[in-house]
T-cell receptor
């Protein structure tokens, strides 16, 4: 079983919809949680970075962490066609040389 | 956010030759950088962790003699694919740690071996 499981998608939504992207994990040692956006043939771009349980908001993006359930989510409000990309969740232990464990990614398409 | 560059962005080489890919942190110093490989529609596969001034740590199954990594300074790490073969064709991405926890990625290098 993988340490990090991400909803596989693909996901297709109309412009303006609220998008929910989700990951679960099995290792309680994960302390840091990240969301990356990757456009085709580009490197991943760090979107959100959280440490504690709860919500963190940045513009149209909200990252939610529930450590008791080992579940994290990324919400995108008022989705735009430019949000069409693959979204990767990533998690990191406090030690372990800073290596992150990545989900397999969810591909999102926002249709105008 | 912090900026990481990679060069070249795309390279074509003949089978048997070697190719060097550079990864630079442009506005911060990075004692640790990572090299990933990504196949189409698949997630990132960590190849190795590069630490400034010391030998790289390779993930299981990655040939260290084939993928040479050198982290010569706090802003530069290089990956050399030696004696490249068509099966080495892939998208190679580096990333750098800023402040210990936040990881920033380069734009990637597409390698095609003919």
């Amino acid at each position: 079983q993988k340490e990090v499981e991400q909803d596989p998608g693909p996901l297709s939504v109309p412009e303006g919809a609220i998008v929910s992207l989700n990951c679960t994990y099995s290792n309680s040692a994960f302390q840091y949680f990240m969301w990356y956006r990757q456009y085709s043939r580009k490197g991943p771009e760090l979107l959100m970075y959280t440490y504690s349980s709860g919500n963190k908001e940045d513009g149209r993006f909200t990252a939610q962490v529930d450590k008791s359930s080992k579940y994290i989510s990324l919400f995108i409000r008022d989705s735009q066609p430019s949000d069409s990309a693959t979204y990767l969740c990533a998690m990191k232990r406090k030690t372990n040389a800073g290596k992150s464990t990545f989900g397999d990614g969810t591909t999102l398409t926002v249709k105008p | 956010g912090a900026v990481v560059s990679q060069h070249p962005s795309w390279v074509i080489c003949k089978s048997g030759t070697s190719v060097k890919i550079e990864c630079r942190s442009l506005d911060f110093q990075a004692t640790t950088m990572f090299w990933y490989r990504q196949f189409p529609k698949q997630s990132l596969m960590l190849m190795a962790t590069s630490n400034e001034g010391s030998k790289a740590t390779y993930e299981q199954g990655v040939e260290k003699d084939k993928f040479l990594i050198n982290h010569a300074s706090l802003t530069l790490s290089t990956l050399t694919v030696t004696s490249a073969h068509p099966e080495d064709s892939s998208f190679y991405i580096c990333s750098a740690l800023a402040g210990g926890y936040e990881q920033y990625f380069g734009p990637g290098t597409r390698l095609t071996v003919t």
